[in-house]
């Protein structure tokens, strides 16, 4: 009753209060039970937008073997101690959640030390035969409302639980295929998780030290910073063993980690106010790395591990985990402008090759064009001057974004003549043109202020599918002075 009360006050709801009703297929959640089936579908299937069933395997090693042209040695396997369990079980937080063995984790603290010994041999029968068990191979998943429209299934990210035995046999392979990392110094440079000795805090001091010698200089510096949406999700199965086995996984190791991929099996649980719960059915995962696994984040990097070497020198990476921040510096703005779109083209090209991230970001119902002013003192062609403004010098950049906050495109305000493609086009005509070339044709609403448009444009819009969210005045022009959804 109690934490009723604290959770009321304070807007945590519990996930069933946030359940939508309207799903990813437009079908009705007639009940909770439909809802987990739904839920479960859709976390399964999210990665089929991504084409993963078709990877172009050869593109993504070739691009490797150019990054790495000498394979690595083979790594050795080393016996699991009883030592080393009693140590990982100590290791693990106490917990009351658990998996679907309803085993947790302060329990199996309370037996450790009376079976680490069995388990530390069932664990090296694992590694030695190449066969990760599949009973722990089983996740409860339980969605969490993340940010968006609620309606939405995107809106919802997966947070998986694994019996944590399981943790125990990953724990043994992590420290080995660690170790193996860090001895014959696979990992990159530019990867500031899962290397010894370093941290955020270490990628932060790289950042600002990029940024201050480039001001110093005065360079021009800007960044491309990548939040992999879901980026666990999107790795391939066998481009990352083929990555493996280039990293010297070989053998009955080799077959230990396609065994750990393989016949995953996953359930969608939602539990209500008065503690009753409902299932979905088991479905198996198809691609990615497990979510909640202490496998999944080190096999992840190792998958990425070779997109620095594409760029690094023209740019320069800061990698932590699945972050992916590039820093491009040039002394004049036409060098600054050309690296960049080389270092784009570098990305989506290991992106294509690699079956990741390039297709997977859906914008959201409702989009809003927006005009904001970056400030800029520095030397540049297409700064702006704006006296009434609070920042008089600056960068104007009209951005397309929804109401989660992403930007989904954007475009440098150039002037006039620079805008406009056609002669008889407005500049805000031919923005908004440029802008809602990828939506058209998807029912979107589109929101504006501080554009105006023709009206018979909007008419245009709407046979492309696009509804234009806003007022019109007797002149004949969208007067936009609707409240726009929340950026």
């Not at 609620?150 to 125990?168: C, D, G």
């Not at 690094?312 to 932590?320: A, E, G, H, R, Y």
């Not at 005509?429 to 998807?442: D, F």
């Amino acid at each position: 009753m109690t934490w009723n009360i604290i959770k009321n006050e304070t807007g945590r709801r519990s996930v069933t209060e946030q359940m939508p009703s309207k799903l990813s297929n437009n079908d009705i959640a007639v009940n909770l039970e439909n809802a987990a089936d739904a839920f479960n579908k859709y976390f399964v299937n999210t990665t089929d937008k991504l084409n993963i069933q078709n990877p172009k395997q050869n593109a993504a090693i070739s691009l490797l073997r150019a990054s790495y042209p000498n394979s690595v040695t083979k790594m050795k396997i080393i016996p699991v101690t009883e030592a080393e369990v009693i140590g990982i079980i100590n290791s693990l937080k106490s917990k009351n959640s658990s998996g679907y063995d309803e085993i947790s984790s302060k329990i199996l603290k309370l037996c450790g030390s009376l079976i680490s010994r069995p388990l530390s041999h069932v664990c090296n029968k694992s590694i030695c035969m190449g066969i990760f068990p599949d009973r722990l191979k089983y996740a409860t998943v339980k969605p969490l409302y993340k940010k968006g429209e609620k309606t939405n299934m995107n809106s919802y990210r997966p947070v998986s639980l694994l019996p944590v035995i399981s943790k125990v046999f990953e724990k043994t392979m992590y420290n080995r295929l660690n170790h193996h990392s860090q001895i014959h110094k696979v990992l990159a440079t530019e990867q500031y998780d899962f290397r010894k000795g370093m941290s955020t805090e270490h990628a932060t001091y790289r950042l600002t030290d990029i940024l201050l010698k480039a001001w110093n200089n005065k360079m021009h510096v800007g960044g491309i910073f990548c939040d992999l949406a879901r980026a666990f999700d999107c790795v391939n199965h066998e481009i990352l063993l083929a990555k493996l086995q280039h990293y010297g996984i070989e053998g009955s190791n080799a077959e230990y980690f396609r065994s750990y991929l393989s016949n995953r099996k996953q359930r969608v649980e939602i539990k209500t106010n008065t503690a009753q719960s409902y299932l979905s059915n088991w479905d198996t995962v198809k691609n990615g790395v497990p979510q909640g696994s202490v496998l999944g984040p080190l096999l992840f990097v190792l998958y990425i591990n070779d997109l620095p070497l594409q760029i690094n020198k023209i740019s320069d990476l800061i990698l932590l985990a699945d972050d992916t921040s590039v820093m491009i510096s040039q002394d004049n703005y036409n060098d600054f402008q050309e690296t960049s779109n080389v270092v784009l083209s570098h990305m989506i090209k290991w992106s294509e090759a690699n079956q990741t991230f390039s297709k997977f970001y859906n914008p959201s119902e409702h989009l809003a064009v927006d005009e904001v002013t970056v400030l800029y003192k520095g030397r540049v062609i297409v700064k702006q001057y704006t006296p009434k403004k609070h920042r008089h010098f600056g960068i104007k950049i009209y951005k397309l974004c929804d109401n989660t906050g992403y930007t989904y495109d954007m475009k440098v305000y150039e002037g006039k003549d620079g805008q406009r493609k056609v002669q008889d086009l407005t500049a805000s005509h031919a923005t908004v043109t440029e802008l809602t070339k990828k939506i058209q044709g998807h029912g979107h609403k589109l929101y504006m202020e501080n554009f105006f448009l023709p009206l018979n444009y909007s008419k245009i819009l709407l046979l492309l599918k696009v509804t234009v969210v806003a007022l019109s005045d007797p002149t004949g022009k969208v007067c936009h002075r609707t409240k726009a959804p929340r950026k």
